[in-house]
């Protein structure tokens, strides 16, 4: 705990100074922080041994949510905008938790993916209301009443998101340790022994599913604001892999692991645009592999030297 | 509603529902033998789409007979199956079989993700579009509306014979029956003598070549984009989920059934085709949660 709490706050204040240097990270670092948030949520489930593979949708129908809410001018505010649509997709990872709940394994991961590919298709299709593949544009709304510059209101965008962050890290953490979380691992390792407990570990599983869908959302919103537009692309089923990606990458041991894979993975996408822009799915694919078979506890794994415990091992 | 209609609604979706049945079947048998659900199959369909696309135009370009690209979908499929499939079993997925059903996944989406943009850098992002042997094959006329034969009678007669042969090999040929017995108890098959590690790699392959057939077949009948595997694997899994994972027959009639309800929504209700076969899946598995066909298993403590 002491080693997560050092590379926790060594990561937060290597953050909060590194926009004031250079400028232009500014939105790199928050799409980081957004997609770390949706990794957190992956995390989560990983603690139960479940892995999805349609978090995207969780992603992207909170960033609709705040596109439609910003362009009909109803609540045209980030304060407003954020909860709403995290509430939102919260709202419809209670729904459809409900139903996926009930499954393990690679049926938890592929409904999750076929669920988010519906919605996927409909933002599509649905062309008059989604405006189907070219998206919709997200008007920039007002913070706290004020009517902000561009390059200001990314800055400030950066640090409320890092403040949420931060906030969803320590909760999530406190989170694992309580009776709920301790839980969800008891479904990875025995889930027949924990309902011999008493406890249902569909409730608990589902706890963890609307968790799980929060931060997704919390992730989504934000990026809706930050770059403006929003298309299906985002609940595209690759996407969803993505934070699997970052989540494996960044390593499950800690909060702090999904966050470091962001970052990391925002700089393989920088690199990778420029020497392989054509394969940068691949080298993603040779990196997922090497974690995999070297490295199963990731990034983070890797800074405090734990043996492997999380994955596979 | 004419009554016509309906036919030839149904006649498009045995035709769409031969092509998924194809790719579908190869996912079912390498989850039942396996127990890996693989993520990269729909790019064994892709890359079977794209050789037998390349080979067709080769072989139209060199001024060879269109018919010859029929025994050449099978090489195809077969070279597909055997150096992709060989290469991704040996090396990668043999070293995680009884490890988290999680990690599989993973690796799976690994490969995915590796195979799909090996196809851009062998093919190109050019669409391919290889419609000779389609044309060769003629039309037939039904009902006043002219279908290819190659839709309406080679594609489901294809998948017919894969049915029926997969059955037969299964049940009543010496390596089909060993397959079974590892698929019911490895160990005791092991003891018996039965190469279990061979049977993995050979069904692992027979798998990969079934889609890479589904993806030669499709290649005369649309063109082909970057991005059709990806698509195909969720379609696939809807199909092999609805049935029940690793039912064959079952494959088949789930295959059909979604099939046809895509077809029949491409003429009533087009915006919703795509959202047929999730539907059918979801109201499947709400009601029968292991699918149609599975029977249900105890619980080990």
């Known amino acids: 705990m002491a080693r997560q709490l050092i590379i926790g706050a060594g990561l937060l204040a290597a953050l909060i100074i590194f926009p004031l240097l250079s400028p232009w990270s500014t939105v790199i670092l928050t799409v980081a922080l957004c997609e770390g948030l949706a990794a957190l949520g992956i995390l989560v489930l990983l603690r139960a041994g479940q892995v999805s593979f349609g978090h995207g949708l969780y992603f992207a129908f909170s960033a609709y949510v705040v596109a439609f809410m910003a362009a009909a001018r109803f609540g045209h505010e980030v304060l407003i905008l954020v909860p709403v649509a995290t509430a939102a997709s919260g709202l419809l990872a209670a729904l459809v938790g409900l139903f996926v709940v009930r499954y393990r394994a690679i049926f938890f991961g592929m409904l999750n993916l076929a669920i988010s590919m519906v919605f996927f298709s409909l933002l599509e299709k649905l062309f008059s209301i989604t405006g189907g593949a070219d998206g919709k544009r997200v008007p920039r709304p007002t913070l706290a009443g004020i009517s902000l510059e561009r390059a200001e209101f990314e800055l400030w965008i950066f640090y409320i998101t890092l403040g949420l962050a931060v906030l969803a890290a320590l909760g999530v953490a406190r989170y694992l340790l309580s009776p709920g979380g301790k839980a969800l691992e008891a479904i990875k390792s025995n889930e027949t022994r924990l309902e011999y407990l008493g406890v249902s570990s569909r409730k608990v599983l589902f706890g963890a599913y609307v968790l799980s869908g929060l931060l997704a959302g919390l992730g989504g919103a934000v990026i809706a604001l930050v770059s403006g537009h929003v298309t299906p692309e985002l609940a595209y089923w690759v996407r969803s892999g993505e934070f699997v990606f970052i989540a494996i990458l960044g390593g499950v041991g800690g909060v702090v692991g999904p966050f470091l894979g962001a970052l990391m993975f925002q700089i393989i996408r920088g690199y990778a645009a420029v020497y392989a822009p054509e394969t940068w799915h691949a080298v993603l694919g040779v990196m997922l592999l090497v974690i995999i078979f070297f490295a199963p506890n990731g990034l983070y794994g890797l800074m405090t030297g734990r043996k492997p415990a999380g994955t596979g091992q | ?301």
């Open chain 2, 1 to 301: 509603m004419p009554p016509e209609m309906l036919l030839l609604a149904a006649l498009d979706g045995l035709a769409y529902g031969s092509l998924i049945f194809l790719v579908a079947v190869g996912l079912s048998l390498i989850f039942g033998v396996l127990g890996v659900l693989n993520v990269a199959h729909g790019s064994f369909y892709a890359i079977g789409a794209y050789v037998a696309a390349a080979g067709v135009l080769a072989l139209t370009g060199m001024g060879l007979p269109p018919w010859l690209a029929f025994p050449f979908f099978i090489v195809a499929a077969v070279l597909v199956g055997v150096i992709v499939g060989g290469l991704v079993e040996t090396l990668l997925l043999r070293r995680i079989y009884g490890k988290e059903e999680v990690l599989q996944l993973l690796v799976t989406f690994a490969v995915f993700m590796i195979l799909e943009d090996a196809q851009k850098v062998v093919f190109g992002v050019q669409p391919y579009f290889a419609n000779a042997p389609m044309n060769w094959l003629g039309t037939i006329e039904v009902f006043g509306i002219f279908y290819t034969q190659y839709q309406l009678i080679l594609i489901p007669t294809v998948a017919l014979l894969v049915l029926v042969g997969l059955r037969l090999f299964l049940r009543r040929t010496a390596f089909g029956r060993a397959i079974v017995a590892v698929t019911q108890d490895r160990d005791a098959a092991t003891a018996m003598g039965i190469d279990a590690t061979r049977v993995y790699l050979i069904t692992f392959i027979i798998g990969a070549s079934l889609a890479a057939l589904g993806g030669a077949l499709s290649s005369a009948t649309t063109s082909l984009t970057p991005g059709i595997g990806s698509g195909m694997i969720v379609l696939s899994f809807a199909v092999a989920a609805t049935a029940g994972l690793g039912r064959i027959e079952g494959a088949a009639v789930a295959a059909l059934l979604i099939g046809l309800g895509r077809s029949v929504a491409v003429y009533f209700a087009p915006e919703f085709d795509v959202l047929i076969p999730y539907l059918i899946m979801v109201a499947v598995l709400l009601i029968k949660p292991e699918g149609l066909f599975t029977t249900v298993q105890t619980r080990k403590v």
